[in-house]
């Protein structure tokens, strides 16, 4: 597996929580990566990215909530989500930023109740 998820679950509104993702070396050291989302009948979306120099970047919706880091020992990215609200539920995948994307697998589901 090139790339493993985890750390979703049921959350509060206003609470927080904390993915991992699980990538090869070859991936993780030579590719920018990114934390997507699809919410239930809607597109995929890109929530952050973080390239192999640490420079993040994040959609407007989860900006000053989420913060997307890399661990260079343990080959995973994290995405710490703090203040969540309902409308963050949503599958999580990560994937590389750029280019063609490595097989989604099934994500990690994120769910935020009222």
């Known amino acids: 597996v090139q790339l493993q998820a985890s750390g979703g679950g049921l959350v509060q509104a206003g609470g927080s929580l904390r993915l991992s993702c699980a990538a090869s070396a070859t991936i993780f050291r030579s590719r920018a990566m990114g934390w997507y989302r699809q919410a239930p009948g809607k597109p995929r979306e890109l929530a952050a990215s973080v390239t192999t120099f640490g420079n993040t970047d994040y959609a407007d919706s989860v900006k000053g909530r989420f913060t997307i880091s890399r661990d260079t020992a343990k080959n995973t990215v994290y995405l710490q989500m703090n203040s969540l609200k309902p409308e963050d539920t949503a599958v999580y995948y990560c994937?590389?930023?750029?280019?063609?994307?490595?097989?989604w697998g099934q994500g990690t589901l994120v769910t935020v109740s009222s």
């Open positions: 994937n590389v930023r750029y280019g063609t994307p490595i097989s």
